[in-house]
């Protein structure tokens, strides 16, 4: 058994920044349901929310602006702000001994910090002893590795080609918002505007998620190739084409994996029947396959559509559905927080 990360008591102080947010409200719904044991709870946000009131076990919560709140005593900070503000606040969490789990892309691709899924590489977070800053991967990239982990310890990845059909709560609040403003502003002949995404949302399909880099693809592609490799293995070659779709939880993709040697798709269906965090939903006869209607608001990584890829012997193809802001986000930190008490 390794070393604790946090000395044993009975319950940790928590902070979550980002509380106000759609992650950061799923963060703490997901602390209750779980019971994760918590001594005090600080819900911190901007000066906007700041003063505001949240719920969290039948108690209230006032919520603290980032710029004045004081670290020091508190043991664990689920951090779902943005970027800028994870590079500005994060170290000094990290400095005041508080352990920091970090939703945005700021710190995934640091050499020295933890990327993890705990189903699929648990054993990265020892490097989180030095430093205390822990990285939550990109929701695509969560749901990818989980399905992807339990095929590669049977049979080696050598490449992926992924296609992603993602929801707006990726974006947060406000993209549910612009997807549910347009959609009302279409239906009653008005102009949709759009704000939050380069282009309307409702109604459309948008190939562009985060920004265009000189090589043609996105950030949010490059996100998935990169950190794919860095939590699964760094000999898998990646490629993806990431895509808004207007669908407001749950995010889709389409997954082609190419083998090192032959996995036919029967076998592959038994192995991720068994795989922890999994669930197989495949039966083409029955018309039955994941989706993310019915994969909102559940834990679970959704996969069906399992087959064979007649183009070429060691490849299959699947689709692997998962709640984006659960699973792809405040799950998964929670699950982080977990392992640090364990
Ligand atoms: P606030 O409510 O004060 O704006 P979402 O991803 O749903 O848009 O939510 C973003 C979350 O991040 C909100 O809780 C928001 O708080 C918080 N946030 C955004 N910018 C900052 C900042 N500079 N400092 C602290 N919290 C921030």
């Known amino acids: 058994?390794?070393?604790?990360?946090?000395?044993?008591?009975?319950?940790?102080?928590?902070?979550?920044?980002g509380a106000t947010g759609a992650v950061g409200r799923t963060m703490l719904?997901?602390?209750e349901e779980r019971r994760f044991p918590v001594a005090d709870l600080a819900p911190v946000a901007s000066s906007r929310s700041a003063g505001t009131r949240i719920a969290f076990n039948s108690k209230e919560y006032v919520v603290q602006?980032?710029?004045?709140?004081?670290?020091?005593?508190?043991?664990?900070?689920?951090?779902?702000a943005g970027g800028g503000t994870s590079l500005a606040h994060a170290?000094?969490?990290?400095?005041?001994?508080?352990?920091?789990?970090?939703?945005?892309s700021a710190w995934r691709m640091e050499p020295d910090v933890a990327l993890v899924v705990p189903e699929v590489n648990p054993d990265a977070l020892e490097m989180a002893r030095r430093n205390r800053i822990i990285a939550n991967p990109n929701c695509s990239t969560i749901q990818m590795v989980v399905a992807l982990k339990p095929l590669h310890d049977v049979v080696p990845i050598r490449r992926v080609v992924v296609s992603t059909y993602q929801a707006v709560s990726g974006a947060g609040g406000k993209g549910?918002?612009?997807?549910?403003?347009?959609?009302?502003?279409?239906?009653?002949?008005?102009?949709?505007?759009?704000?939050?995404?380069?282009?309307?949302?409702a109604f459309n399909v948008i190939p562009h998620i985060d920004v265009f880099m000189d090589d043609g693809y996105t950030k949010e592609e490059r996100k998935m190739?990169?950190?794919?490799?860095?939590?699964?293995?760094?000999?898998?070659?990646?490629?993806?084409t990431t895509v808004r779709v207007p669908v407001f939880y749950g995010h889709s993709e389409s997954i082609n994996v190419t083998f090192e040697a032959p996995l036919p798709a029967e076998k592959a269906r038994e192995i991720l029947?068994?795989?922890?965090?999994?669930?197989?939903?495949?039966?083409?006869?029955?018309?039955?396959?994941?989706?993310?209607?019915?994969a909102a608001g559940t834990?679970?990584?959704?996969?069906?559509?399992?087959?064979?890829?007649?183009?070429?012997?060691?490849?299959?193809q699947m689709w692997v559905v998962a709640d984006n802001v659960r699973k792809g986000a405040a799950l998964n930190a929670v699950q982080i927080a977990e392992m640090l008490i364990r």
Not at 225 to 240: C, Q, Y
Request: aromatic share 8%.
């Open 299 to 316: 834990d679970y990584v959704w996969v069906g559509r399992l087959r064979d890829d007649p183009s070429h012997p060691n490849s299959l």
């Open 65 to 80: 602006d980032l710029e004045h709140f004081d670290p020091r005593g508190w043991d664990i900070a689920l951090f779902s």
């Open 1 to 17: 058994m390794s070393e604790r990360f946090l000395p044993e008591k009975d319950a940790y102080n928590v902070v979550v920044v």
């Open 176 to 201: 549910m918002d612009e997807l549910a403003r347009q959609t009302a502003d279409l239906l009653n002949a008005r102009q949709a505007e759009s704000d939050v995404f380069p282009a309307r949302i």
């Open 91 to 104: 170290p000094r969490f990290a400095d005041a001994g508080c352990y920091v789990i970090d939703n945005s």
């Open 225 to 240: 190739m990169d950190e794919t490799r860095k939590i699964l293995d760094p000999n898998i070659s990646v490629t993806a």
């Open 29 to 31: 719904e997901i602390l």
């Open 273 to 294: 029947a068994e795989a922890e965090g999994i669930c197989v939903v495949d039966d083409p006869k029955g018309e039955d396959y994941p989706m993310p209607s019915e």
